[in-house]
């Protein structure tokens, strides 16, 4: 099977969770600054909600990049991860109209893990459906970044109720980790 659909197909879906996250953005009353500040919990949300949206289009874009090939449980893997994906304009909706409160802040921190653990699915399903010596395989090598996320996940939700600036921090921290542009499936398209 081709891996050209599912490619468009995650594109899109990808476009409308940023469609759908920045629509919730609302136009400030007033005309001055002090009409800006009660919107910034719902910016900053807006905008960590965006890079780590954009990081997985970039990662999933640079992983199929090097996959020859998909089948059906890649499909099913694949719209696992894109199911938690759309959860995210809800979550950051709701961690930004509540000024990052310690119950939507975890909330956002257990969808963010569950992202991470369906992207950890999908790569474990494409690895069994590539052999040792293609490009994917190579350019996977021990996910350590993938394995770290996930536990660093697991800490900031525990971490929220202590205080919720903690887990802010740890989805933040992760986002750097993974800013940089993955570049061992990069090394394998350029050769």
């Known amino acids: 099977m081709g891996k050209g659909r599912v490619e468009a197909f995650t594109d899109g879906?990808?476009?409308?969770?940023?469609?759908?996250?920045?629509?919730e953005l609302k136009v400030p009353h007033g005309e001055d600054f002090s009409a800006l500040e009660?919107?910034?919990?719902i910016f900053l949300s807006y905008v960590l909600s965006f890079i780590y949206v954009g990081i997985y289009w970039n990662n999933l874009h640079n992983m199929f990049?090097?996959?020859q090939r998909v089948d059906g449980r890649v499909l099913w893997a694949?719209?696992?991860?894109?199911?938690?994906?759309?959860?995210?304009?809800?979550?950051?909706?709701?961690?930004g109209e509540n000024h990052f409160a310690p119950i939507p802040v975890a909330?956002?921190?257990v969808v963010?893990?569950?992202c991470a653990v369906a992207y950890f699915i999908l790569v474990v399903t494409l690895h069994r459906l590539h052999s040792?010596?293609?490009?994917?395989?190579?350019?996977?090598?021990?996910?350590r970044k993938g394995?770290?996320?996930?536990?660093?996940?697991?800490?900031?939700?525990?971490?929220?109720f202590v205080n919720q600036w903690i887990g802010v921090a740890i989805y933040v921290l992760v986002a750097m980790i993974w800013f940089v542009p993955d570049r061992r499936f990069e090394r394998q398209i350029g050769k």
């Open 147 to 160: 394995k770290i996320s996930v536990v660093l996940y697991i800490a900031a939700v525990l971490l929220t």
């Open 65 to 67: 990049h090097t996959v």
């Open 13 to 23: 879906v990808m476009a409308i969770i940023i469609t759908i996250m920045v629509l």
């Open 78 to 95: 694949n719209l696992h991860l894109l199911f938690w994906l759309s959860l995210m304009p809800v979550t950051t909706a709701f961690m």
């Open 107 to 109: 909330v956002y921190g």
């Open 38 to 41: 009660p919107l910034w919990p």
């Open 132 to 143: 040792n010596e293609t490009a994917f395989h190579r350019a996977l090598g021990t996910d």
């Open 112 to 114: 963010l893990g569950l």
